[in-house]
């Protein structure tokens, strides 16, 4: 079976070294076909930091195996690892965090034991990156919560949760602030635990849950997030089990899936041999699971589990007592303890079942869409505007261009309101988001807007403009603070 390798950056080709040294050993039936990404590819002048080769390969393949990247600071260009989890749609990303024998941290020596998968979307929230100066004291950063998204990753969780029997699945979210974009988020957390009866199901707002993960993190089991709160919750989740060190993490899709260690390049020590391949074996037994290599991905946990309890450690971690192995001794104590399991949480040996990766030939991009269940009105604008006066003068010369069909509602901002009633401390920045609803909640047409935004360029810049819609009787936008 072939699967395409990205080396990786800084310590990334001899950890990956290492883990395929294991593989070899445990006798796997893999080609491997190596990619060219990182930050040389990016200082060769591809912005996306991969060769067209290289995505072509893996586009063929459908499985990436990759060490960890570094994006080159300060020269405009996006995240390889971004870009390629977004490329290829891996909108699922699952980071399974347990306890290590041998590894340990504040709860192994209290008895506490964590099993904790989180499964963040990947695809979406800030991640789009998609920012502007509105004006040079206001940045603007667009944030994406779609239903179809949010549907995939959370089907994919609770399938997951249905396969490994969790008892529980819990949705991490702040819908008590962010009421439009996390509250749909939420909803369709909902809609999908109606489809599966015997899991648990229940929500806990972001904040709250980092309190109880790192008071009782084992009073949970599965926890599916939007991708910035995902993001922060699962390197959370490494810290309880000793860092990214012992993270794996494995990015699903439907056509091409990303198994990568998702700690730094650590370019100090790249070249020593002496950085920590745990996690990136880690994820590559997940690779090896996915691909239906199960007796094989069972024999290496095994070997590995059983080295870790044994105290056998690199220089990251462990009795500082034991002399620390480098990295090429220490995946070599894995190899020569290949059939023996640990004291405790060995893995059962199931038999393989390999599943051939389909290759998909994609004529277009699929176009993910739900149904709409409720006609669309255009019922007002919030249009955000650049000034330095204060909120009775610009509303004047709103009241002033308005059209009759137009009603200025309020002006916030930062997301305050400031106009009708306001107070003198709240502090202002130089753009308002001046909001206009139709009159008697009439339907507008866009080309009702546009003339209104015309009226009011007169005297403003118009930084950015948001419809307000309604889907029948649900408004589809929020309220300002104080409104």
């Known amino acids: 079976m072939k699967i395409a390798v990205a080396k990786g950056d800084g310590i990334g080709p001899e950890i990956m070294e290492a883990v395929l040294n294991i593989f070899k050993a445990g006798k796997l039936p893999l080609e491997y076909q190596f990619v060219d990404m990182g930050k040389w590819v990016f200082d060769q002048g591809y912005s996306n930091g991969m060769t067209p080769e290289a995505q072509e390969t893996i586009e063929s393949i459908g499985i990436l195996f990759k060490g960890p990247m570094e994006t080159p600071k300060g020269k405009g260009v996006k995240s390889v690892n971004v870009t390629a989890r977004k490329t290829w749609n891996t909108y699922a990303n699952k980071r399974v965090f347990q306890t290590l024998h041998g590894v340990d941290t504040v709860f192994s020596k209290a008895g506490i034991p964590i099993d904790i998968t989180v499964v963040r979307e990947n695809i979406e929230d800030t991640y789009g990156g998609i920012e502007h100066m509105l004006t040079h004291d206001v940045a603007l950063s667009r944030r994406f919560i779609t239903r179809p998204g949010s549907l995939q990753v959370i089907r994919y969780a609770f399938e997951m949760a249905r396969k490994k029997n969790a008892r529980r699945i819990t949705c991490g979210h ?237 002006l916030s901002n930062r997301g305050t309101q400031v106009w009708p009633k306001g107070s003198v401390f709240t502090n202002l920045v130089n753009q308002y988001n001046a909001r206009f609803e139709s009159v008697g909640d009439a339907p507008l047409t866009q080309t009702d807007v546009i003339e209104l935004q015309r009226r009011l360029a007169k005297d403003f810049k118009i930084c950015s403009s948001e419809l307000l819609n309604m889907w029948g009787e649900k408004k589809a936008y929020s309220l300002a603070q104080g409104q």
């Open 174 to 410: 702040k819908a008590n602030i962010m009421k439009i974009t996390d509250g749909l988020f939420l909803e369709c957390f909902y809609e999908v635990a109606k489809e599966y009866p015997e899991l648990k199901a229940d929500d806990v707002i972001v904040d709250d849950l980092c309190m109880k993960l790192v008071t009782k993190p084992d009073l949970f089991d599965v926890v599916v997030l939007t991708n910035l709160q995902g993001d922060i919750v699962s390197d959370l989740c490494a810290g309880l089990v000793g860092g990214l060190g012992f993270a794996p993490s494995a990015n699903i899709g439907d056509h091409i899936c990303i198994f990568e260690a998702v700690h730094g390049t650590a370019p100090d020590i790249a070249g020593k041999n002496i950085a920590n391949p745990t996690a990136l074996l880690l994820s590559g037994i997940a690779m090896l699971r996915h691909l239906g290599f199960m007796e094989h991905a069972a024999e290496i946990e095994n070997a590995l589990l059983y080295t870790l309890e044994q105290g056998i450690h690199t220089g990251d971690f462990g009795d500082r007592n034991i002399t620390s192995k480098n990295t090429t001794e220490f995946a070599a104590a894995i190899i020569a303890n290949f059939g023996k399991k640990p004291a405790q949480g060995a893995k059962p040996s199931l038999p393989n079942m390999p599943v051939t990766p389909t290759v998909f030939k994609l004529e277009k991009n699929p176009l993910i869409m739900t149904k709409e269940m409720e006609e669309e009105t255009i019922v007002g604008v919030d249009l955000f505007i650049e000034s330095m006066e204060q909120p009775t003068v610009v509303a004047e010369k709103c009241l002033k261009h308005t059209l009759d069909i137009f009603k200025l509602v309020t």
